[in-house]
């Protein structure tokens, strides 16, 4: 594949500082095998993958069956845990959002082929998605019936949602800050924000450094550590309620990276059960976070 025209961002997209960045080269494992510089912000810390592809670019970075394939197929070992973990994973989602929400409206921003959205419209929710994968989208409304739009600026912002989520989507978008800001136009009166990202700050991040599979540039545009989300929902208009460790992440994520590494089979999944393991160890004692967070929000009044 050739390299895609890219676009330098000159500001700090948290802080928007033009101070001197720090920058670490990180591979494209799973799709182009290019190389992508990741850039540390000196003034906030926030790290984000610059330069990077063109909006209309970075569609060719997602043209990959294993993305496809995690969603209908099962090949590998690797994908067989991940649909075990995933058919949970909704099962988790949804009572985590019905403890706040037990009804209403829910947008899911980065739907996918929208299992998650259609077990929530079987337990009352009134649904709509968002998916910019034509594939997966075609996929969600022929399967579910449901309503997905391509971006979320086709999404009626009039419609006041009670619920809106991104699982693990954030650090795909190329603008949080206009993400951000549609986020609360959406939302209506104290409106629940969910959000999943990977945090850089993990234990399994460090031990991985540049092989660590939740980098995953160019797809990943931001690689969060928990005060940048902070930073963000306090600067929008959020409170947040709650932050929560994705305890099952760190395996998926060290065994992806395993494999990027040249480990295989067995030994694969007993080198990512034991630093999975490790990562989580160290996040329930509290010296570090979970390979990926969940945020909870709500819309503040203004
Ligand atoms: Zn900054």
């Known amino acids: 594949m050739e390299h895609s025209p890219l676009e330098t961002l000159t500001s700090c997209p948290r802080c928007g500082s033009s101070s001197p960045t720090l920058t670490q080269a990180v591979r494209d494992h799973s799709i182009s095998k290019e190389v992508f510089q990741v850039c540390t912000c000196a003034s906030c810390g926030f ?5 990077r592809p063109t909006p209309n670019e970075l569609g060719r970075y997602y043209e990959s069956e ?31 959002i019905a403890a706040h929400e037990p009804q209403g409206r829910v947008l899911d921003i980065g ?3 929208g299992q998650f959205l259609a ?3 079987s337990r009352g929710y009134l649904v709509q998605g968002v998916e910019p994968s034509t594939l997966a989208r075609e ?11 391509p971006s979320l600026e086709q999404v009626q912002s009039q419609e006041n949602f009670q619920v809106v989520t991104m699982w693990h989507v954030l650090e795909h978008v ?12 959406l939302l209506g009166k104290r409106g629940l924000l969910v959000i999943a990202v990977p945090d850089r700050e993990s234990w399994d991040a460090q031990h991985y450094g540049s092989d660590w599979a939740a980098y995953d540039v160019p797809r990943h545009l931001s690689h969060f550590r928990r005060a940048d989300v902070h930073a963000f929902l306090a600067e929008h208009g959020f409170e947040l309620i709650a932050t929560r460790g994705m305890w099952m992440d760190a395996f998926y994520i060290a065994l992806l990276s395993e494999r990027y590494r040249g480990t295989t089979g067995l030994l694969a999944l007993i080198k990512a059960v034991v630093v999975g393991g490790w990562s989580n160890v160290l996040a329930l004692l509290g010296k570090r976070p979970t390979s990926s967070s969940l945020y909870l929000a709500r819309k503040l009044e203004l």
Do not use: E, W
């Open 66 to 96: 294993v993305y496809i394939s995690h969603s209908n197929t099962s090949h590998s070992l690797q994908d067989k845990i991940y649909q075990l973990v995933r058919r949970r994973a909704i099962r988790q989602k949804h009572a985590l």
């Open 119 to 121: 077990y929530l419209m």
């Open 111 to 113: 739907c996918g082929t």
């Open 139 to 149: 996929q969600a409304i022929a399967d579910h019936a449901l309503n997905v739009v």
């Open 174 to 185: 190329p603008d949080v800050r206009a993400t951000f800001k549609r986020l609360f136009a």
């Open 47 to 51: 790290t984000f993958t610059n330069p």
